[in-house]
């Protein structure tokens, strides 16, 4: 709703359908105005990225107390799916995975104590 609202007052338009405002809501996301984050990847690996996140959240929603939701088992997983879509060798689309999932931490995005409880 936040969103929304900064997105109103910047007079930007919601579009037509759900799939229009999602998108929408992810570019005020990728260009939001913080100084601070720097965009480390492409906006298509960073907009993959969220969705692979999302997706292992959503999967493993039943198990988000116990330890699901690590930084090592997301980066593992976005790695995997990375891989996959952008048809290129494990180990660098783990790094992106990585490099993804801090991203979206530093916009508020994803809540920074989702693992909280990892041993570092």
């Known amino acids: 709703m936040r969103c929304?609202?900064?997105m109103s007052l910047k007079q930007k338009e919601f579009g037509t359908n759900k799939i229009c405002l999602y998108q929408?809501?992810?570019?005020?996301?990728?260009?939001?105005s913080s100084r601070e984050n720097k965009m480390l990847l492409w906006e298509t690996d960073l907009s993959y990225g969220i969705e692979?996140?999302?997706?292992?959240?959503?999967s493993k929603a039943d198990d988000a107390a116990g330890?699901?939701?690590t930084k090592n088992k997301m980066?593992?997983?976005a790695g995997d799916f990375l891989a996959k879509e952008m048809?290129?060798?494990?180990?660098k689309a783990r790094k992106a995975a990585?490099?993804?999932l801090e991203f979206w931490l530093q916009r508020g995005?994803?809540?920074?104590?989702?693992h909280a409880n990892e041993a570092k």
């Not at 692979?52 to 959240?57: H, L």
């Not at 048809?87 to 180990?91: F, W």
């Not at 995005?109 to 989702?114: E, T, V």
């Open 4 to 6: 929304m609202k900064h």
């Open 87 to 91: 048809e290129c060798p494990l180990a």
């Open 24 to 32: 929408a809501i992810l570019d005020e996301w990728l260009h939001g």
């Open 75 to 77: 980066i593992a997983y």
């Open 109 to 114: 995005i994803l809540d920074k104590g989702i």
């Open 98 to 100: 990585e490099k993804c």
């Open 52 to 58: 692979a996140i999302a997706y292992y959240m959503m």
């Open 67 to 69: 330890d699901a939701y």
